[in-house]
């Protein structure tokens, strides 16, 4: 494998010509680029040819001061009536794929287990497929990203164990339908948001608000449904359709605030509760045990029965453990990380006081639209790293990376955010030997962000949502990344 890895880089330094690229900027010849985006934020058609209500629809429309300008995605880009004019962008980008999302209540409008496919839905997804298969870009596809059917968020949604058997049929239709074309799945999107945010902190839908107890029940059952998809594609279809699964977990880069050993600890505590959390079970075998051993001990000195981190039978170990053919990631930014004095507040029952550390941004650290989101190039490096290390040198994508801004078609720090997040990418691996095959830029073109709307743009194109017909705009961010993506290389003399 090191003999063929080491061929292929020479192969690749070869392909510049000499004096006029540094070998230290140009990627493998195996290295492929893509875009992403996701079906709530970009599909619009919100209740079209049969679609159901998922918890973003009833959300945006029962309460829209969820959302900073009080938009939602009912029109979003108008992707469901655009994918054409999508994939010619795509073309024009040169991506070798793209990673885009299913809408669960466009396939199975009720989301139920035994219920009725909309065919409507079906066939919207195989149009798509095709036109990227037609046009030589290779699909990446996210079963879900956030948008829960609305049905199932009334029996509970995650939190419920029965969400698993939903999941399980969801995707089973899934693979039914796509999988001859489709050969690279993601089963969750970011599940710490979905668990966290969307029921500890209230921060996306459906927005409850019970952390320290419903984003454990939820991470739970998700695991569970992750694995139970993955076992469905391994014993159905795996041997025809000849596929790969994930799972799309994110987290910062914690750096430690100082070289003391308890900053040093407390970052890799966060790092387990964030990452480890999800990637844990599914590599290693359970929850990290930091997370046990803390959760377990909190929970007994606050008087509950038993541990508020549920557990995982001996039989669901050992089903779970394995389901995965690479590691994808989600990452954005880093923070730094300060240890805090280890007491037990029993009045206080949340994820926050379970992980009980500080985090910080530098103040010199350029900022974006996104209060969330600094740039710190060099924390994408030590993050590839660490996911390396921590699970055994796994063939890595990087499923999402990219920056916000307010606006505009001269978006150099964009361009800038790429180049130097791209060059941390390429040293970790030609100088660390990070084996990571695949980067996503986030996003395609700007599209509903969430709970803050239509404020903070992340796109390679523009798109004017004042406009009925959606027009989009490539901005200088599009021209840079395609030059990136046909030669290769980070500078601009590179052939």
């Given at each position: 494998m090191y003999a063929d890895l080491f061929l292929t880089l020479l192969f690749s330094v070869l392909l510049c010509k000499e004096a006029t690229c540094a070998t230290n900027q140009t990627f493998p010849n195996y290295f492929k680029f893509g875009v992403a985006t996701a079906s709530y934020q970009v599909e619009g058609a919100w209740n079209e040819d049969g679609k159901g209500e998922n918890i973003w629809d009833h959300l945006c429309h029962t309460n829209p001061?969820?959302?900073?300008?009080?938009?939602n995605g009912d029109i979003a880009c108008d992707s469901y009536h655009k994918y054409k004019d999508d994939v010619a962008m795509l073309k024009d980008l040169g991506v070798d794929f793209y990673r885009f999302s299913l809408s669960w209540s466009r396939l199975i409008p009720l989301g139920l287990a035994g219920s009725p496919v909309n065919q409507a839905g079906i066939d919207y997804y195989k149009n798509l497929i095709q036109e990227l298969v037609n046009n030589n870009i290779e699909p990446l596809v996210t079963i879900f990203h956030w948008d829960l059917p609305e049905t199932l968020q009334e029996y509970g949604?995650?939190?419920?164990?029965?969400?698993?058997?939903?999941?399980?049929?969801?995707?089973?239709?899934?693979?039914?339908?796509?999988?001859?074309?489709?050969?690279?799945?993601?089963?969750?999107?970011?599940?710490l948001q979905t668990?966290?945010?969307?029921?500890?902190?209230?921060?996306?839908?459906?927005?409850?608000?019970?952390?320290?107890?419903?984003?454990?029940?939820?991470?739970?059952?998700?695991?569970?449904?992750?694995a139970?998809?993955?076992?469905?594609?391994?014993?159905?279809?795996?041997?025809?359709?000849?596929?790969?699964?994930?799972i799309a977990p994110d987290t910062y880069w914690y750096e430690p605030a100082s070289g003391s050993v308890s900053d040093q600890e407390a970052a890799e505590r966060a790092l387990q509760f964030t990452y480890g959390w999800f990637a844990n079970p599914i590599f290693n075998g359970n929850y990290p045990s930091v997370m046990i051993e803390r959760i377990d001990e909190r929970s007994k000195l606050q008087g509950f029965a038993s541990s508020r981190l549920p557990k995982f039978t001996d039989e669901e170990v050992e089903y779970i453990k394995g389901t995965h053919d690479f590691l994808a990631i989600n990452a954005y930014s880093t923070l730094y990380v300060q240890a805090k004095e280890e007491e037990v507040d029993t009045a206080v029952i949340s994820y926050d006081s379970d992980l009980n550390v500080d985090t910080f941004f530098d103040d010199s650290w350029e900022e974006s639209a996104s209060s969330w989101l600094r740039v710190v190039p060099w924390g994408m490096?030590?993050?590839?790293?660490?996911?390396?290390?921590?699970?055994?040198h796994p063939e890595i994508f990087i499923?999402?990376?990219?920056?916000?801004?307010?606006?505009?078609?001269?978006?150099?720090?964009?361009?800038?955010?790429?180049?130097?997040?791209?060059?941390?990418v390429l040293e970790a691996i030609l100088d660390d030997g990070v084996n990571v095959t695949r980067y996503t830029a986030w996003s395609l073109m700007d599209n509903f962000e969430w709970a803050r709307g239509y404020t903070e743009k992340y796109g390679l194109y523009s798109v004017n949502f004042d406009d009925p017909g959606r027009p989009r705009t490539s901005k200088a961010s599009a021209s840079y990344?395609?030059?990136?993506?046909?030669?290769?290389?980070?500078?601009?003399?590179?052939?």
């Open positions: 001061d969820f959302v900073d300008d009080r938009s949604g995650f939190p419920n164990p029965e969400s698993e058997e939903h999941f399980a049929y969801y995707a089973r239709v899934v693979f039914e339908n796509f999988g001859d074309s489709v050969k690279y799945w993601l089963t969750f999107n970011e599940p668990c966290h945010e969307g029921y500890g902190i209230g921060f996306t839908a459906p927005g409850y608000k019970s952390s320290g107890l419903a984003e454990y029940k939820c991470t739970h059952t998700l695991i569970k449904a992750h139970r998809a993955y076992h469905v594609y391994d014993e159905e279809f795996r041997t025809q359709q000849q596929g790969y699964v994930g490096r030590k993050l590839l790293n660490w996911l390396s290390k921590t699970y055994n499923t999402e990376n990219g920056v916000s801004d307010t606006g505009g078609l001269n978006d150099d720090r964009r361009i800038n955010y790429y180049r130097e997040y791209l060059s941390n990344y395609s030059s990136v993506i046909s030669s290769k290389c980070l500078v601009d003399n590179c052939e």
